[in-house]
């Protein structure tokens, strides 16, 4: 079996980012998990090349239909292990096609945010949060997510983990928005296994739309810093792209020399 390969993904100043472990081998694509890698956390098994890549993404044998940090490990590892430098390389996931690559700034992804409605029923969510809710939607359909917008930071957040699975088969993604212009975010999925999910880039792409669609001054073209706030959640940078949302975020290969991605996100 191939030996694992761990990526840490969106780590920095006090944040220790997610931290992916990727099983690749060129052909035949992985068609089961094999035993030994069933009690494996964030685990990618990773197959193809020349230009298209397949990737599945599981947590302890059970299947992860996104993972926005994921698809940057495996940007990581094409640009580390496999010595090719992508460049919107196409990577097949459960959730649809995704493209990837790496440039001088760091590992990125382009990814197309799902639909999203109007939010409804905001007494149950102010109840939900007990803090006052601004705006939100829903994105996707009914296992998808809601997002939250709150008017007050998220450090010190609670929310109601038995009201939320019991209500409701969405994740829930709430934000707030700094002066500076970035964005605060947390992420809840305890119908999923985890009360708080630490760095999530896939939450991100969701929230980059609603902000591009709410406020578009302010984050239609610009770059958007989005800070995680959960012990181990990072620093993400996105941007707005027509119908779609490029994500980047700092790697680094644990089992070879760290290599820190450079950010210079002074472009308008």
């Keep these: ?3 694992l390969c761990t990526v840490d993904v969106f780590y920095g100043p006090q944040a220790l980012g997610n931290q992916h472990h990727i099983a690749y081998r060129p052909a035949p694509a992985w068609s089961e998990t094999p035993s030994q890698y069933q009690r494996v956390p964030n685990l990618i ?3 193809g090349g020349s230009g298209a890549f397949q990737a599945q993404f599981l947590n302890y044998g059970r299947q992860v239909r996104r993972c926005g940090s994921g698809n940057l490990a495996v940007a990581a590892y094409i640009n580390e292990k496999l010595k090719t430098k992508p460049t919107n390389e196409l990577l097949l996931t459960p959730s649809g096609e995704i493209q990837l690559g790496f440039d001088h700034k760091s590992a990125y992804y382009l990814d197309k945010p799902l639909t ?3 939010l409804r029923n905001f ?3 102010r109840r939900l949060i007990s803090q006052p809710v601004i705006n939100g939607c829903y994105c996707g359909g009914r296992n998808d997510y809601v997002l939250l917008e ?4 998220l450090t ?3 929310v109601n983990s038995g009201a939320l699975c019991q209500f409701s088969r969405r994740a829930l993604i709430v934000i707030y928005r700094l002066v500076s212009g970035a964005v605060q975010l ?6 999923y296994g985890e009360a708080e999910d630490a760095a999530t880039g896939s939450a991100c792409v969701q929230a980059a739309a609603y902000l591009r669609n709410q406020y578009p001054k302010s984050y239609a073209h610009q770059p958007i810093e989005i800070k995680q706030c959960s012990p181990a959640g990072g620093c993400l940078y996105l941007k707005n792209y027509q119908q779609q949302v490029l994500v980047r975020g700092r790697t680094a290969m644990r089992d070879s020399t760290a290599v820190c991605s450079s950010f210079d996100y002074t472009e308008k």
């Design 150 to 153: 709150l008017s007050q930071p």
């Design 1 to 3: 079996m191939p030996k």
């Design 116 to 118: 999203q409605r109007p």
């Design 123 to 125: 007494r149950f969510w």
């Design 186 to 191: 947390r992420y809840f999925a305890p119908q």
């Design 45 to 47: 098994l990773m197959s």
């Design 156 to 158: 010190q957040l609670s």
